[in-house]
Structure formats: C-alpha cells, structure tokens
C-alpha cells in the first residue's frame, strides 16, 4: 500500500516537469517565430539595396576581390618576415665599416666596406656613367618602385628572341638589395627576398641614394668594388675623366664583371660596350651620331695581369670583422686595419689548381664547382677558394654551402669510440651486416670483410664499422636494445663533432655515422685541426691583430683561450689510423714525398659530393667537388679529384719551410719519427728562373717593406731599425 504523502510528491515532480517542457517549448517556438519576422524585416531593407545584372556581376567580383586580396596581403606579409629580419634600425651604418686587409707579412691584399671619407658625390659622377649604366641595367629605375613588371616583361621577351644580347629582369634596387643583404644561391626564398628588400629600400631612401650606393657597392671585377675603384683599376684614372667608350665598357660590367672583364677578355669587353651605347641610344640618352666616335675608337685597358684577389677569403673575413664590431669588440672604431694569416702563395696556388682542375676534368666527371679551405692547425686561415669562379657568382661553397660529408665524418665517430675507452688501433672489429630497424649500410664494394683492425676499417672506409661503433657506445651507457643504443651513439658522435668544430645542426637518422648530415668545409678542415694540433679546438680565424685609423691595436687573437677538446692519446691514434688511410687506402694521390699525411676521403649517395679532409703537422686542408643543383657527378670520389687537388696545393704550400711533426707519431713502432727538418724542394718548382717558397715569402715581405716606404713617404733609414728589422712592425718575419 502506498504512502498518500509519496504518491502526492510524484505527482508533483511529474507536473513540474511537464509545466517545464512546455515553457522551453512555447519559448523556442516563440523565439524561432520572432526570428523569421525579424529575418523577413531585414530581408525586406536590404531589397531596397538588391541589384541584379552587370551591376551584380560587378559587385561580386568586387567582393572576392576584397577577400583574395586579404588573403594576399596576410600572405606578403609572412613572406616578407625573413627578408625583414635582415634589416635593422640602423642597417645603412653597419654598412659604413671600412677595413683594410694585410696579408701575413704586412702587404695589403684588399679592402672591404665604404670608406668614410667615400670618394665621389653622385652630383661628381660624370653623366655618361649614370646614363650608361640606367640604359643598360634598369631603364625605367625613376619610374617604377624598385620591382619593374615592365622591364621584366621586356627582358623575357628580348632574351627569347636569342641575338646573344640577354638582359635581365631584377632592378637596380633589387640587385642593391642582394649586394647589402643577400648572396648569390640561387634560390626561390633569395628572388623572394631580394624582391621584399627592393621594396624596403625604396620606401627608406631616394632614387639618387640607391643609384649612389649601387654604383659604390657593386662587384666589377679584378676585386674591385665600385665605378671608382673600377675606372682606376682598369684605366687608371679617376672616374670623372674617363671617355664615353670607357662609361660603356665599366657599365658592362656590373651583371658579369667576370665574363666582360677588359684584363681577361678584351674582345667580350669591348663587344659588351658597343651594346651598351647602343642601349643609350635606344633609351635617348644619345644619338647614333654622338656614339660613332666611341664605336670606332673603342676602349683601351691599362695593362693589367691577372691577380689573384682572394675575393672568398676577404668576404669571409669581413664578415667576421662585421660580427665582431656588432659585438663591440672594437668600441666605435668603424676604420680598421686587418692583420691577417693570408698566404697569397698559397691562395695563387689554391685558385690555380682549382680553376685547372675543373677545366681539365669537369666536362669528363660531370663536375661545375668545387671549394677549399687551408687552415694552420691552431685554425689560422691561410687560403680559402669558395667557387670556380668569383665574378660568375659570389656565394661562398667554403662556407656558406652545407653538403653531405660521407665518410669524411667517420673520424668524428671513431674519435668518439676512442674516447670513450671502447676501442684502440689494434681492436679486432667484424664487418659483418648491420641492420636498425628497416636500414641496412652497404659497404663501397658492397661486400663484407670479416674480422679486422679498427685501424683497416679506416683505411678500407668500411660503412658497417661506424654504424657498429654507434651501437656500442650506447650500450656502453646501460642501454640493452639495439635500435635505442645507435640513437643514445649517434647522439655522443654528435657531441664529439660539435666539440671538435662542426658548427651545423647534424639531423639525427641512423645513417649519421657514415655522413648524411650535412656540413661545410671551413668546418671540416676546423675540425680537423684537432687531430693536427694536439686536441685543441681551432675556430677558424682571419685577424691576427686589429688596429684603428690612429694605430692603436685594439684585437689580438693571441690573447683568445684556447680549449682542450680531445686528449693527446686519442689524437695519437687518430693520426696513426687517418695516416693509413693515405699510405694504404682510399686517399693514396695525396701522398707527399716525405711528409706524413693523415686525412680521410668521403663519397656521397649517387656521387654528389666528393671530399677529401687532410693534414700534416703544419698545415690542414679540405676540398668539396660537386655541384650547386645537387646533380649527381660521373663517379667521382673523394680519392680522385680532391685528393689530387689536396695534393697539389700541399704539395706548393711545403716548399721551402720547417716541417712540423704530427702529434703523436714519434712513438717508436707507432709510426717513423718526424724529426723537424726542411722540406724538399720540387725541382719542379725551382728550376731556372723560379724561388722556393721561402725565397718567395722573404722576397714578399721586403716588397711589402718597400711599399710602405713608398707610401709614406720616408726614406730607407727611417723604416728600418737596429739589427736590420722593421721599426714599424708591419713587415713580419718570414
């Protein structure tokens, strides 16, 4: 029997709750019928503003405008992001640095940077300069605002129609903008950013300030840099006085400063002008009459030879200077005078053998470029060759290109296995297959050679060795499964490299160890250097001493600390397993008569970099083959060209001075003593008529004497001191 006070309570939930439903009910019935009305009013306004044919067409089209051009501009503006980001607030005084650069013995090599005293005002800059220049390279520079769609469309059309007479499409605002920001790579986000920039700058400064900066900046050739430093150099003589054939043959140099160089090729130089004036007549600068006087009596060049200019190599160091004076290591001193480890010998030499190598064997291995840096082993740069050809383009491949190594990065991986006491010279290794996970290295012949030295695996450039090493070290670390332990490896192989000087991020896949991280070759030969110097760590440098316009020296790089990377037993084994490589494996072209040689080859997938990374006890060497598209080459390995080329360049750079031993190797029964001694001469190199290098060096120092003499003004016995030696300090000691 039921309660009559529970049956009352169910009841009344039962009622509320219908009571509830039908109030939500009646609302939302209530509010839907309130907003068809009120949809239906606002349907009945916006008639009056309904429009219907062409106008509606407008309209809509009118509107997705407005949308796709929103869109647009959101999408600009995070492309525009990374070109920005070169900028500064005060970019245009970080360009106003002003170095000049002096060779080792205390001769200037060069200059980088505007000087604050800059030569010419554009109201000096003669007319048929400017004239020359705005008809050739950017005819409509004071109309359109920095990026010409005209001019472009115009430059395609013309190049399409052959004649061998080419123009190009960027402004003279947008190459501004790749020679103060940007390099040469050629790359989508470098024309992207090249094209943000040229907008920038024409918002930041006038026409006459970019057409000034263009004229003062621009490469042209000879390492030159500038219309002035250009008509000296060519015809010796200041700007405002040089001829209209004169004006036409520097204009031409500014898009090819290489190819049209008067020094190197007259003919190309002077066919170049005669488009040049023709290009004035077409834009009405000139009539086909003024310009028949200049036609018939073209431009004549002073004599020149062709110099080497080490352009990479002062590229790179004035880029380091910048990076130190942002850093206000130089307090507000914006003229500099820069003492550097360049040995023009060696960088003649370096240039030579490059240049002739890829002129002689490019066309049969499918090779266009290749790089080289040569380090003393405290990591003193003493040459550097950045490409096949400076004037052609401008990007540094020593430094600024990052390639697969291959197995030249195998020493990192056995310096990491040898410090980390897991194994010797002598340790019995077994290249056997390896596999983690899904990934299977195949050795170069692909075959396997059982049980052998770790010192042989060197030699051979066996790939399952390093993989093996990786899994090792991590199981060294406690860690049981395989796969875990390469990973916990290559994360200490990585440690090493960074420790010893690669400076790049190396991506983490299990086929590290035998080089598919990517790296550059200034960080190579530096890391390298370890293993020539003893174990301690060699950051590449280009200022010896940085003095101010009084004289005052305000850097030493005597006075940086230096950082012990690696102990001295790891070193000697290094050197005495890198030694073998040359004397019995891959890097056998190399060798040099009676001097020790350790280094390492490396070859990449496909055949598309191609390294050979070597030294002695005085100097460290790394030399890249391949090309910039990353197109595969005809076979080429690291033991062939490099190695050769590696060999040449050393081979010039030893002539004549005290050998030092590589570390380590006096040990009895490790590998023969080297005992200091002098080099052999090449006969070769010093048959009739030719010095040895040391001959050279001291010649090259009393000339950079007598310069200085010149320069100042002063006689002899005012220069020289007590004991015959330079009272200035300029002239070092060969």
């Known amino acids: 029997m039921r309660l009559p006070n529970a049956t009352s309570l169910t009841t009344r939930i039962k009622r509320a709750a219908l009571a509830f439903d039908a109030w939500v009910n009646a609302g939302l019935y209530d509010s839907g019928r309130s907003a068809a009305e009120t949809y239906e009013r606002f349907q009945e306004r916006m008639n009056v503003f309904a429009v219907r044919g062409w106008k509606r067409v407008a309209l809509d089209a009118t509107s997705e405008a407005v949308t796709l051009g929103t869109g647009g501009a959101v999408l600009m503006l995070a492309l525009a992001q990374s070109a920005f980001h070169l900028t500064s607030d005060n970019w245009l005084k970080t360009q ?38 705005v008809s050739t390279e950017d005819r409509r520079f004071y109309e359109h605002w920095g990026i010409d769609p005209i001019g472009t469309a115009r430059a395609l059309v013309s190049n399409s129609r052959g004649g061998g007479n080419t123009q190009g499409g960027s402004s003279i605002t947008q190459q501004l903008a790749k020679n103060l920001f940007l390099t040469n790579e050629r790359s989508l986000e470098r024309k992207i950013n090249e094209a943000f ?7 930041h400064l006038s026409k006459n300030e970019i057409l000034k900066l263009y004229l003062d900046r621009a490469y042209m050739g000879g390492g030159t840099f500038g219309a002035v430093a250009a008509a000296d150099y060519y015809f010796g003589k200041p700007l405002k006085d040089i001829s209209l054939a004169e004006a036409a043959m520097l204009a031409g140099l500014f898009k090819a400063p290489t190819k049209y160089a008067p020094h190197v090729n007259l003919p190309a130089a002077r066919a170049r002008a005669v488009d040049v004036l023709h290009n004035m007549v077409e834009a009405g600068f000139l009539t086909e009459g003024q310009i028949q006087t200049a036609l018939r009596n073209p431009a004549t060049p002073v004599t020149r030879t062709r110099d080497i200019t080490a352009d990479y190599y002062l590229d790179w160091a004035f880029g380091e200077i910048k990076g130190m004076a942002d850093a206000g290591r130089f307090r507000n001193d914006r003229v500099l005078t820069v003492k550097t480890p360049l040995d023009l010998t060696i960088q003649r ?7 002739n190598t890829l002129r002689r064997y490019g066309d049969q291995y499918d090779v266009d470029e290749a790089a080289m840096v040569i380090l003393d082993p405290d990591g003193a740069l003493r040459a550097m060759v950045g490409g096949a050809d400076y004037g052609e383009s401008q990007f540094n491949r020593a430094t600024d290109a990052q390639r697969q190594p291959g197995s030249s990065f195998k020493p990192y991986v056995y310096a990491a296995g040898l410090a980390a006491g897991l194994y010797r010279p002598d340790t019995r290794v ?8 899904n990934w299977c290295p195949q050795n170069y012949g692909r075959s396997f050679s059982g049980a052998t030295t770790l010192t042989v695996a060197v030699a051979k450039s066996i790939n399952t060795i390093p993989i093996q090493i990786s899994i090792a070290l991590g199981k060294a ?13 290559r994360a200490k192989i990585v440690e090493m490299a960074h420790r010893m000087g690669i400076t790049t991020p190396l991506t983490d896949t299990p086929s590290l160890p035998i080089g598919s991280a990517e790296v550059n070759v200034i960080d190579q030969a530096a890391a390298y250097a370890v293993f020539a110097n003893g174990g301690r760590k060699a950051k590449p440098y280009a200022a010896m001493e940085v003095k101010n316009s009084s004289g005052e020296v305000l850097y030493r790089h005597a006075d940086e600390k230096i950082e012990q990377v690696l102990s001295t037993q790891v070193v000697a084994d290094m050197n005495y397993m890198l030694t073998k490589v040359v004397e019995e494996g891959t890097g056998k072209r190399a060798q040099l008569e009676g001097i020790k040689v350790a280094g390492k080859s490396g070859t990449t997938n496909a055949y598309r970099d191609a390294w050979f990374v070597a030294y002695t006890g005085n100097y460290v060497g790394a030399v890249w083959f391949g090309n910039d598209d990353h197109t595969s080459t005809n076979k080429m390995t690291g033991g062939s060209l490099p190695a050769m080329t590696w060999h040449d360049v050393m081979e010039t750079a030893h002539q004549g001075i005290e050998l030092k031993p590589m570390p380590g190797l006096k040990e009895v029964g490790r590998a023969v003593a080297q005992a200091p ?4 001469v090449n006969p070769a190199a010093s048959a009739a008529g030719k010095l040895s290098r040391r001959s050279f060096e001291v010649i090259g120092g009393v000339n950079g004497l007598f310069r200085t003499i010149e320069a100042s003004g002063a006689r002899p016995a005012d220069i020289v001191a007590e004991g015959g030696r330079p009272a200035n300090g300029r002239v070092a000691t060969p």
């Open 430 to 437: 077994v290249d056997r297959p390896v596999c983690i996970g």
């Open 677 to 680: 001694t002098v080099a052999p």
């Open 477 to 489: 670390m406690g860690i049981t499964h395989e796969a875990n332990a390469a990973k916990a490896g």
């Open 96 to 133: 106003d640095l002003a170095v000049t650069f002096l060779d080792r013995y205390g001769t200037e090599v060069g200059r980088r940077g505007i000087k604050h005293d800059d030569s010419l005002k554009l109201d000096d800059f003669p007319d048929i300069m400017i004239k020359a220049l």
């Open 349 to 355: 030499r370096a240039d030579e053998v490059v240049q």
């Open 197 to 203: 920039l040229a907008l920038w700058l024409e918002s």
